[in-house]
C-alpha cells in the first residue's frame, strides 16, 4: 500500500528521460551496448550451445599455443578435434580478435603440414575485428619464409578479403616496404601490388606492362603525377583477379546471422560497408552510417592537383570519430556527415548537434526523416511488411527525440498524416512514445490531428491501450511544461523570447491538453467501470496537474472532472483514495501559494487563476472531508454531479448508520484496516465493533493508517483538516476563496 | 492564340531546346532540397559521378578519379525550364555509352537520361537557408537500374530524398479536365480514359476514348470562368462522361479507379510515369508536377 517514490520526493523537471540518455563509455563506436538487446541474448534457447563452443575454442586456442613439435594430422586425434572445433565455430559464428594472432603464429610457421595449415588459414573468418598485432607477426613469420609459397599466397588472399577488418592500419603502413619487397616474386607479385594498392597513401609515391602492376602505378600517378612518367592505358579493366578465396562468403553469412534481427547492434565500424539484412529499394535507407562530405572533392577545379584527397584536409571527418574524448578535441573541425540521417545511430554526432546552433542541420535531418517515416510506414504503404525494421526505425527516433529534449517537426506530421489510418496496434509504443514529443501546437491542429484520431482509438481499444494513452499524455504533457521551464530560464535572451509561443497561448494549450485527458477519462471510467489499474493512470496524470503552479511555473491550474473526483474519492481500493488524497493536498498547496503570490505583489498580475477553480476546489473539498472525517458528505456535498442525497430518500434504502458509511474507517477503501487494527487493539474482540474506533482510538487508528504507508491520506488529513478542536473532529478548513 | 488554359501554355520556351523530352515516358519522382548543391560545380559532378557509376559497376575496385570511362555522365543546366525567375534552373543528366568498338569514333549513345526541375515551386519554399536548391521534381527515362544509382549518388552527396510520385485518381480527372479545354490542332488525337475494375481475380482495364472535339464542347459547358477550374467543375465534368458511358454500356465507371489518362497535351499514369506531347504546354503540365512533388515533400 505504499505510495509510488515519486509523490514523496518531488520530480525534477527532465529527470524522467535520464534512463534513455546512453552511457558515455559505451559510445565507443564498436562497444555499443544495449541492455535490452543483452538480456534477450541470455534468454534465448541457443545460448547453452554457445556457451560449450566456446569453451571448446577456447581449449582449441590453448592448444595451438602451446603445440611445441611438428605433429601429423592423420595420426593425432586430438588435433582432428581442435581442427574440427576451429573450423565450425570460424563458419558459424566467426572467430573472435584474440584467436587470429595464434592461429596465424601456427599456421605460419611450418609447424604442420600444409594440410593443417591450409585448413587453418582458410578457417580465419573474424566475428567483428582483426588485431593488427597479428597482421604484423604474420609479416614477420613470412619474412622468415618457414612455410611454403602456397601457403604464403594463401595468406595473402586472406589478408585482401580482410583487409577492412583490420582495427588499426598505422603499423601495417610502417611495414609497406617488406610488402613491395615481396614483388620480386613472380607468384606473389599480383597479391602484393593489390595489397599495395590497398595500402598506398599519397605519401607512399616511390616502381611487359601486367595489370597489376599497372593499377599500383596509376594510383602511385594520381597521387604523384611527377613521379610516374610512363603514359598508362587509360582503358578501366580488371586490375586484380579475385582473390577473394573462400572467405568472403563466409563473412557475408556470419554477418547476416549476427545482425539478423535487429540492424542496430551491427558494430559501427564496418559502417561503409554494411550489408542489407534484405534487399531494400535504393531510395529508401533506415539506418545509414556516417561518412564525410568530403566537399573539397566535390568542388574542387579540375585543373588542380589532388593534393588534398589524403591526409592535409583540415577538417576531422566523422568516419573517424570514435569516442567522447575524439570529440572534444576535434569539435571546432568536425565536419558534418554528408547524410544527416546517419546521426541517429551516432551517439557522437548527437552530442555535437546539441552544441551547434545551425538550421539546416534540422532541416535536412527533418526532411529525410519526414521522407523515411512516409515510405515505410507499415500501415500507410500498402505493401510494406517489414513491421520489425519500422519498429526498430521508430524506437531509434524516439531515443533521439529524448536525447536532444526536443521533438522532430517531420515526426510530428508523419504522426498527424498517420493517426487517423492508424489500428492503434501496430508499433503501437513506439507510436505512443513518439506522440510524447509533440511540440506545442496551437489547439485547432492539435484537436483534429491528434486528439479527434485519438478519442477514436481510445474509445475502442482495450483497457491496457487506454492506460498507454494516458501515460503518454502525461508525458506530453510533462515535456511541454519542462520546455515551458527551460524557456522561462532563458527569458532574458531575447532571441529565445522570439519563439512564436506567447505565455496566454502555451497556458491554452496546455489547458485544452488537459481537458482533452479530463473528458476521455470520464469516459474511460465509465466505459471500463472503473477499474483501479485505469484510475492510477489517470490520477497519475493529475499529479502533474496539480502540481505545475509551483513545480513548473504555470499559472494554470485545472481540477479533475466530477467523473474522475468521485469515481477515485469512492473507489474500492485503499491506493486510489491515497493518491486522491495527495493530489488533493498538492491542489491545496498550490492555490494557496498562488493567493499568497496574489495578495503580496500587489500589483495586477497578468494571469489569475479564476474564481471558479477555488470554488471548484471547495466543493470537492467539502465532499471529501464530509465523507472521510465528518461523515456529512450526504447533506453538505453540493457539488451538483455529488453525493448529496435526501435524507427520506437515505432512509428508504433501510440502510442503519448511512452517515457513516464513507469515513476513515467504514469506507470500502478503508474497511481493511479498521478489521486489523480492530483484531490488534482487541485482540480477543471478534464482533468487528467498528464504532469502538472513537475518540483517542481515532487517532491511534490514524496513526495506524500512516504507519501503514498511507502518505498521502496523512498529507491531506493534517493540511486540509482542522483539528485543533480534536474533540470535536468537525470542521474543515476551507482555503479562503 | 491567347493562352487556352489559365495562362499555363506558355510559348516562350524554345521548342527546339526541349524537344528531346517529348514523347519520351518519363518516370516521376519527388526530391527534397538538394543540400549545396551548386550550378558552378556540373562539370565536377559530371566527372564524379562517372567515378561513382563505374565503382558501383565494378564493386570492390577502386576506380581512379578522372579517366576515361565506358559510360560518360553529362550534368547540364536547362535554363529555359522554369515557371518564374524565383525557380532554379533545371539540371539535366545524362548518360552515354561508348562502346569498345565504336571508341575511335568516340560514338556516344544516350542510355539514359533525368531532369530535376521546379515550375512556380518558390512559392512552397519560402525562407529556406541558402545552402539548399529547391528542384522537387525528377523525371528520368532508362533502365531504373541507373536512376537508382544516380538517386544515390545524389542522396549522398546532396543529402536529398528521392521518392516516386504516384498520381492519384483526383488528379488524374484534374489532368483530364485541364488537357481537354487546351487547343491543339485539328488532327489531335483522341482522348483516352483506362479505368481499372476492382476486386476481380483477373485484372480487368476499361479503355473509354472520346474524340477530342466532343471532350471540349462537354468541358465548356461545365466551365464557369475561362483560365479558372474548380474542383466541383472537374466532378461534373467526370460525372457527365460516366453517365454518357453507363447509358450505353450499363457500367459505372466511378466505382472503378482511374488509371491513366491520355491528351494531345500529354498523357499520364496513376504509377507516376507521364508523356509529354506538346511543347507548349510542357510548362504548364510540369507546373502541375512541381504542385504534386512538393505534396509529397511538406
Known amino acids: 500500500m505504499q505510495r509510488r517514490q515519486s509523490s514523496k520526493t518531488p520530480k525534477q523537471p527532465l529527470q524522467g528521460h535520464h534512463k534513455n540518455q546512453t552511457d558515455l563509455s559505451a559510445w565507443r563506436k564498436g562497444g555499443r551496448i544495449d541492455p535490452e538487446k543483452s538480456i534477450q541474448n541470455h534468454q534465448t534457447p541457443d545460448r547453452q550451445k554457445n556457451d560449450r563452443q566456446q569453451d571448446s575454442l577456447e581449449q582449441a586456442l590453448c592448444y595451438f599455443e602451446k603445440v611445441q613439435e611438428r605433429v601429423s594430422l592423420k595420426k593425432n586425434s586430438v588435433l582432428q578435434k581442435h581442427l574440427a572445433t576451429v573450423e565450425s565455430v570460424a563458419l558459424q559464428r566467426g572467430l573472435p580478435p584474440e584467436g587470429f594472432e595464434v592461429l596465424l603464429n601456427v599456421a605460419l610457421s611450418g609447424k604442420f603440414g600444409d594440410t593443417v595449415n591450409t585448413c587453418l588459414l582458410k578457417s580465419l573468418v573474424p566475428a567483428s575485428v582483426i588485431p593488427e598485432s597479428s597482421i604484423i607477426s604474420s609479416v614477420s613469420w613470412l619474412c622468415v619464409g618457414k612455410c611454403s609459397g602456397n601457403i604464403q599466397l594463401l595468406f595473402l588472399k586472406w589478408l585482401i578479403t580482410v583487409f577492412d577488418f583490420i582495427d588499426h592500419k598505422e603499423q601495417i603502413h610502417a611495414l609497406y616496404g617488406f610488402f613491395f619487397s615481396f614483388l620480386q616474386d613472380e607468384k606473389m607479385c599480383p597479391y602484393v601490388c593489390h595489397l599495395l594498392y590497398l595500402l598506398t597513401r599519397k605519401e607512399n609515391g616511390e616502381s611487359g606492362m601486367q595489370s597489376h602492376l599497372q593499377a599500383l602505378l596509376s594510383l602511385y600517378k594520381l597521387f604523384c603525377p611527377e613521379l610516374v612518367t610512363i603514359t598508362l592505358p587509360g582503358k578501366m579493366k580488371t586490375y586484380f583477379k579475385n582473390s577473394e578465396g573462400p572467405w568472403k562468403a563466409a563473412i557475408s553469412a556470419i554477418r547476416r546471422r549476427s545482425q539478423g534481427n535487429s540492424p542496430l547492434s551491427q558494430p559501427l565500424f564496418l559502417g561503409t560497408a554494411q550489408p542489407q539484412s534484405r534487399k531494400r529499394k535504393w531510395n529508401t535507407q533506415l539506418f545509414i552510417p556516417a561518412s564525410s562530405a568530403n566537399r573539397n572533392n566535390l568542388e574542387q577545379d579540375r585543373g588542380k592537383k589532388h593534393v588534398d584527397l589524403y591526409g592535409t584536409n583540415k577538417s576531422f571527418p566523422v568516419e573517424q570519430l570514435q569516442t567522447f574524448p575524439q570529440l572534444l578535441e576535434n569539435i571546432h573541425r568536425l565536419e558534418l556527415p554528408s547524410q544527416m540521417g546517419s546521426v541517429l545511430t551516432n551517439p557522437l554526432l548527437l552530442h555535437y548537434m546539441n552544441c551547434i546552433k545551425d538550421e539546416s542541420v534540422y532541416l535536412r535531418l527533418n526532411y529525410w526523416m519526414g521522407q523515411t517515416l512516409q515510405e515505410e510506414c507499415t500501415w500507410c504503404v500498402a505493401d510494406n511488411q517489414y513491421e520489425d525494421e519500422f519498429k526498430d526505425f521508430l524506437e531509434t527516433v524516439y531515443k533521439t527525440e529524448c536525447f536532444l529534449q526536443e521533438g522532430f517537426s517531420s515526426c510530428e506530421e508523419f504522426l498527424y498524416k498517420s493517426l487517423p489510418l492508424w489500428d492503434g496496434f501496430c508499433c503501437r509504443s513506439q507510436i505512443l512514445r513518439l506522440v510524447s514529443w509533440i511540440p506545442l501546437g496551437s489547439f485547432s491542429e492539435m484537436k483534429s490531428h491528434l486528439y479527434d484520431p485519438l478519442a477514436q482509438l481510445f474509445f475502442t481499444s482495450s483497457l491496457y491501450f487506454k492506460c498507454s494513452v494516458l501515460e503518454s499524455l502525461k508525458e506530453l504533457l510533462q515535456n511541454w511544461l519542462n520546455w515551458h521551464v527551460i524557456h522561462l530560464d532563458s527569458a532574458s535572451d531575447p532571441q529565445v523570447c522570439s519563439l512564436n509561443t506567447t505565455l496566454s497561448g502555451l497556458v491554452n494549450v496546455v489547458a485544452e491538453l488537459i481537458q482533452f485527458v479530463g473528458w476521455i477519462s470520464t469516459v474511460a471510467l465509465r466505459l471500463e467501470n472503473n477499474p483501479t489499474f485505469l484510475l492510477y493512470f489517470i490520477l497519475d496524470f493529475y499529479e502533474t496537474v496539480c502540481d505545475m503552479y509551483l513545480r513548473y511555473s504555470l499559472p494554470l491550474l485545472i481540477m479533475p472532472p466530477a467523473g474522475v473526483f468521485y469515481p477515485a474519492l469512492l473507489s474500492m481500493d485503499s491506493v486510489s483514495l491515497n493518491q486522491l488524497c495527495y493530489i488533493m493536498y498538492r491542489y491545496r498547496t498550490n492555490l494557496v501559494a498562488a493567493k499568497e503570490n496574489e495578495q503580496s505583489k500587489k500589483k495586477i498580475l497578468q494571469f489569475k487563476f479564476s474564481s471558479q477553480t477555488y470554488q471548484e476546489y471547495n466543493q470537492y473539498i467539502i465532499a471529501m472531508v464530509g465523507c472521510l472525517w465528518t461523515s456529512t458528505a450526504f447533506q453538505k456535498d453540493i457539488h451538483p454531479q455529488g453525493l448529496h442525497m435526501d435524507e427520506e430518500l437515505l432512509k428508504k434504502t433501510a440502510m442503519q448508520e448511512f452517515k457513516t458509511s464513507f469515513n476513515i474507517v467504514y469506507h470500502p477503501a478503508m474497511m481493511g484496516y479498521a478489521v486489523l487494527f480492530l483484531q490488534q487493539a482487541w485482540p480477543d474482540d471478534t464482533t468487528f465493533n467498528f464504532s469502538l474506533i472513537k475518540g483517542k482510538k481515532w487517532n491511534w487508528y490514524l496513526e495506524y493508517l500512516y504507519a501503514q504507508g498511507l502518505k498521502g491520506l496523512k498529507l491531506f488529513i493534517e493540511s486540509s483538516i482542522n483539528r485543533v478542536s480534536q474533540a470535536s473532529c468537525s470542521k474543515a478548513e476551507n482555503t479562503q476563496a | ?298
Open chain 2, 1 to 298: 492564340p491567347e493562352p487556352a488554359c489559365g495562362g499555363w501554355g506558355q510559348e516562350n520556351t524554345d521548342p527546339q531546346r526541349i524537344a528531346f523530352l517529348l514523347r519520351k515516358q518519363w518516370t516521376l519522382y519527388s526530391v527534397t532540397p538538394l543540400y549545396r548543391f551548386s550550378n558552378a560545380h556540373l562539370r565536377n559532378y559530371s566527372r564524379l559521378l562517372s567515378a561513382f557509376i563505374a565503382a558501383e559497376r565494378q564493386k570492390g575496385w577502386a576506380v581512379e578519379v578522372g579517366v576515361e570511362l565506358d559510360i560518360k555522365v553529362a550534368v547540364s543546366s536547362l535554363p529555359d525550364l522554369k515557371g518564374s525567375d524565383q525557380d532554379h534552373a533545371a539540371i539535366l543528366v545524362e548518360l552515354f555509352s561508348r562502346s569498345p568498338a565504336s571508341q575511335k569514333t568516340s560514338e556516344e549513345k544516350l542510355i539514359w537520361s533525368g531532369w530535376f526541375c521546379s515550375v512556380c515551386g518558390d512559392d512552397f519554399f519560402e525562407n529556406m537557408p541558402e545552402d539548399f536548391t529547391c528542384l522537387p521534381l525528377f523525371l528520368t527515362n532508362g533502365a531504373e537500374s541507373y536512376t537508382a544509382i544516380v538517386g544515390s549518388w545524389f542522396q549522398k552527396t546532396f543529402d536529398c530524398c528521392f521518392h516516386r510520385l504516384a498520381i492519384s485518381p483526383l488528379n488524374l480527372s484534374w489532368m483530364a479536365a485541364m488537357w481537354t479545354g487546351c487547343k491543339v490542332d485539328k488532327t489531335a488525337s483522341a482522348m483516352e480514359l483506362i479505368f481499372s475494375v476492382p476486386g476481380l481475380l483477373q485484372p480487368l482495364d476499361i479503355s473509354y476514348a472520346i474524340h477530342p472535339e466532343d471532350a471540349k464542347a462537354l468541358w465548356d459547358t461545365v466551365q464557369k470562368t475561362p483560365g479558372e477550374i474548380t474542383q466541383e467543375e472537374v466532378d461534373i465534368f467526370m460525372d457527365c462522361l460516366y453517365s454518357h458511358f453507363h447509358r450505353h454500356f450499363k457500367i459505372r465507371l466511378s466505382a472503378a479507379k482511374l488509371v491513366k489518362v491520355s491528351t494531345a497535351i500529354a498523357s499520364a499514369h496513376c504509377d507516376g510515369i507521364i508523356k509529354f506531347l506538346q511543347s507548349r504546354y510542357l510548362i504548364g503540365v510540369l507546373k502541375l508536377l512541381t504542385e504534386l512533388a512538393v505534396s509529397q515533400i511538406q
